[in-house]
C-alpha cells in the first residue's frame, strides 16, 4: 500500500493523495502526460506515477546506467541531453527532453542493451520498477492503458524499424553495383600496372620484382597514416575500425607517441587529453615545437569545444564518439572533404 504521503522533486514538498494538486504539481502532470506510455492517463493516474518519481541531477560524463545491468528503474529525461552509447563506446543516439529512457527494459525485464551518458548536465525522474510495477498490480486500468501505449510505441518501432531496413536494402543493393564498378577498375588498372611494369624493366634493365617493391613503396606513402594516442586500448581500436580507409598506428601516451612519431611519417594526430606518463596538452606542446606542420586533434569526455580552442588544436572530438561527424572532421583535416 501507498504511503499517506508522496514525495516530490522538492525535498521539502510533501502532498496528500486526495489533496488538491498544486501549480506545479499540475505542470508535472501536463510533463508526464506528454511522455507516449502515459499520455494515455487519467490526471489522477498520472498523480500516481508523479509520486513513484525521485528526482536526481547529473553532470557531463556521468553514466545514467550500463549495458548488461538489470532494469530496476526507468528514468524521464527533463532537462539536458543524454546519449546512447554502444558497449564498444560508440554514441548512436541523442536523447532530448521531455522523455522516458529505459521504459522498455523495466516492462520486459531484459538487461539493458546500451549504456546512456550523460553529455550536458542534466535533471532526471527516476521510477523504481517494484513500485511501478505495484502500482500497476492495484490498479488494472492504468495497467491496461500503459500496455496499450506500450504496444503502440513498439509498433510505431517496427514501422519505423521496416522503413529503414527498406532504406538499408536500397542502400545496400546500390553500394554493391558500386564495389562492382570499383572492382572492375581496380583490376583494370591493375593490368596496365603489370604492363607499365614490363615496360619499365626491359628499358632499364632492372629486375621487375625490385620495380614493384619500388613501386608499394611509394604508393604505401600516399594512404594518409594516422597516429591515435589514447591510453584506453577499447577506444584505440574504435578509432582504427572507423577510419578503414588510413593507415591507422597508436601509442598509448604522449612519450609513446613522441616515439612513433619520429620513426614513422604521420598526417594526423588524435590525442586525448587525459593521460598518464604525457597528457594530451603537453604532447601538443612538444608537436607544435618539433613538428609545426603536423595536424593534431583532440578527443575529451571531460572537455568542452571552447576549453580546446583555447589551446592550439586544429579540431575536437567529444567522448563518446558520433562516428559520421568524426569521419568528417578527420576528412576535413586532412584536406580530403571540402570544409
Avoid at 45 to 54: A, E, I, S, T
Avoid at 180 to 197: P, V
Amino acid at each position: 500500500m501507498f504511503s499517506d504521503r508522496i514525495r516530490l522533486s522538492n525535498p521539502g514538498l510533501y502532498i496528500r493523495p486526495m489533496a488538491t494538486p498544486t501549480d506545479k504539481e499540475k505542470l508535472l502532470i501536463q510533463v508526464l502526460r506528454k511522455i507516449p506510455i502515459f499520455n494515455g492517463l487519467a490526471p489522477t493516474q498520472v498523480r500516481k506515477v508523479l509520486g513513484l518519481c525521485h528526482h536526481k541531477t547529473y553532470k557531463p560524463g556521468e553514466r545514467v546506467c550500463e549495458s548488461g545491468t538489470r532494469p530496476d528503474e526507468m528514468y524521464v529525461l527533463l532537462s539536458g541531453e543524454l546519449a546512447i552509447i554502444t558497449p564498444e563506446g560508440l554514441k548512436v543516439a541523442t536523447i532530448l527532453p521531455v522523455t522516458t529512457v529505459g521504459e522498455m527494459g523495466v516492462i520486459t525485464g531484459q538487461p539493458r542493451v546500451a549504456s546512456v551518458e550523460v553529455t550536458k548536465s542534466s535533471a532526471l525522474f527516476t521510477i523504481r520498477k517494484a513500485r511501478f510495477d505495484a502500482i500497476l498490480r492495484e490498479d488494472n486500468d492504468m495497467q491496461a492503458k500503459v500496455f496499450r501505449a506500450i504496444i503502440d510505441v513498439l509498433s510505431g518501432k517496427l514501422s519505423n524499424d521496416n522503413v529503414r531496413l527498406r532504406d538499408h536494402q536500397m542502400e545496400r543493393a546500390r553500394d554493391q553495383g558500386r564495389i562492382a564498378i570499383l572492382q572492375r577498375r581496380i583490376k583494370e588498372h591493375e593490368g596496365r600496372a603489370g604492363i607499365a611494369l614490363d615496360i619499365a624493366a626491359q628499358k632499364t634493365g632492372m629486375d621487375r620484382e625490385e620495380l614493384s617493391l619500388h613501386v608499394e613503396e611509394q604508393v604505401k606513402d600516399l594512404i594518409p597514416r594516422i597516429l591515435i594516442v589514447d591510453d584506453e586500448a577499447e577506444f584505440r581500436m574504435l578509432v582504427r575500425d572507423a577510419l578503414p580507409g588510413f593507415d591507422v598506428v597508436e601509442a598509448g601516451h604522449g612519450k609513446e607517441a613522441l616515439d612513433v612519431i619520429r620513426e614513422v611519417k604521420l598526417d594526423l594526430v588524435i590525442t586525448d587529453i587525459n593521460m598518464p606518463e604525457m597528457d594530451g596538452v603537453q604532447l601538443l606542446e612538444n608537436l607544435r615545437s618539433q613538428f609545426p606542420d603536423l595536424k593534431v586533434l583532440a578527443v575529451s569526455g571531460y572537455l568542452d569545444a571552447d576549453e580546446v580552442r583555447r589551446q592550439s588544436f586544429d579540431g575536437f572530438i567529444e567522448k563518446p564518439l558520433a562516428l559520421e561527424p568524426f569521419q568528417r572532421l578527420v576528412e576535413q583535416t586532412l584536406g580530403i572533404l571540402d570544409t
